[in-house]
């Protein structure tokens, strides 16, 4: 059974730069698609990073395309998100997702399509 638990969020001003962390417990090879999404109060749930680990493949929302890094380090079976060049947008509950999903859908696939989420990290930007 996969666990995931968030961590590195925090309070920083606008401009700043975070980096997020997600060790992946009973990770195996067979975890395909591993995507970070973020939920802010009074906001629908928005996927902003995705790596398939097929092939090592990346995908970023336009809103926080060129800021934000996806990547994943096998070694220690850890999900990170390095988010650079912060603003008051990006303030929200961020939450990492394991699944067993094919290459198609891994970029496009919600929240209910993978099967582990962690209890997610609070990012607060100030301007």
Same mark, same amino acid.
């Given at each position: 059974q996969v666990q995931l638990a968030e961590s590195g969020g925090g309070s920083v001003q606008a401009g700043g730069s975070l980096r997020l962390s997600c060790p992946i417990v009973g990770y195996t090879d067979f975890s395909a698609c591993l995507k970070w999404f973020r939920q802010a109060p009074g906001k629908e749930r928005e996927g902003v990073a995705t790596i398939y680990t097929g092939g090592g493949f990346t995908y970023y929302s336009d809103s926080v395309k060129d800021r934000f890094t996806i990547s994943l380090n096998y070694a220690e079976k850890t999900l990170s998100l *390095? &988010? #650079? #060049?912060? #603003?008051? !947008? !990006?303030?929200? &509950?961020? =939450?990492? =997702? *394991?699944?067993f999903l094919s290459p198609q859908l891994c970029p496009v696939a919600t929240w209910s399509d993978f099967h582990a989420w962690g209890q997610g990290t609070q990012v607060t930007v100030s301007s």
């Open positions: *390095e &988010m #650079n #060049n912060l #603003n008051v !947008d !990006d303030t929200a &509950m961020y =939450s990492c =997702s *394991e699944g």
